[in-house]
């Protein structure tokens, strides 16, 4: 069964740019030809789509988000990628990685990301 | 605010059938399809129904999904403990070119 597995910087300063990479296991990130997701979820509050890839390369990002958001596939490492950058204390929140673009049918366990000085 | 309107709260008996609603507009629900997502305490959301009425495998016939309209509901029959958790509706939004999430509904089994 695949599965996904959030790491990057978890607190990052304002003004500063995010970093999450989603790595995928046993499974390959280039075959069945999925769309990669991420989804991100502030303290007590609902969901929030990011944004998600194709397996073309296209991409499709939240309008609110779309300036400062970037996502991108590494085949050769088997991960994916998020950078949102000029973060605000607004961006703190747990983010998801998933498989898929309408539906997501599957997840990682979440990152917590604090933006904070 | 949320493009896709959902109760902030439900409830229910164990054995007893409960429904989540999810109001949207042409743009989104009315034209295309719906998927709920559960997400029980301190864990990542779980699809649960996609395409409207599909349930991925794993998933119990006791939940089922339709959609008429610009709204969509979610059905969970014969309620169990283990269904406490919140539950998300969400879609494709032609005008905003994304996916849009409901606000979430928190059921609790009484």
């Known amino acids: 069964q695949l599965q996904l597995q959030e790491s990057g910087s978890g607190l990052v300063k304002p003004s500063q740019t995010l970093s999450l990479t989603c790595a995928v296991s046993d499974g390959s990130i280039s075959s069945g030809g999925y769309s990669w997701s991420w989804i991100r979820q502030p303290p007590g509050k609902g969901l929030e789509w990011i944004g998600f890839?194709?397996?073309?390369?296209?991409?499709y990002y939240n309008p609110s988000l779309k300036s400062r958001v970037t996502i991108s596939v590494d085949r050769s490492k088997n991960q994916f990628s998020l950078k949102l950058s000029s973060v605000t204390a607004a961006d703190t929140a747990v983010y998801f990685c998933?498989?898929?673009?309408?539906?997501?049918?599957?997840w990682g366990k979440g990152t917590t990301v604090t933006v904070s000085s | 605010q949320s493009v896709l309107t959902q109760p902030p709260s439900a409830s229910g008996t164990p054995g007893q059938r409960v429904t989540i609603s999810c109001s949207g507009s042409?743009?989104?629900?009315?034209?295309?399809?719906v998927n709920w997502y559960q997400q029980l305490p301190g864990t990542a959301p779980k699809l649960l129904i996609y395409s409207n009425n599909q349930r991925p495998s794993g998933v119990p016939d006791r939940f089922s999904g339709s959609k008429s309209g610009t709204s969509a509901s979610l059905a969970i029959s014969g309620l169990q403990s283990e269904d406490e958790a919140d539950y998300y509706c969400?879609?494709?939004?032609?005008?905003?070119?994304?996916?849009?999430f409901g606000g979430g509904t928190k059921l609790t089994v009484l």
């Open positions: 042409s743009s989104n629900i009315g034209s295309n399809t």
């Open positions: 969400a879609t494709w939004d032609d005008s905003l070119n994304g996916v849009v």
């Open positions: 890839i194709y397996h073309s390369g296209s991409t």
């Open positions: 998933a498989r898929g673009d309408y539906y997501m049918d599957v």
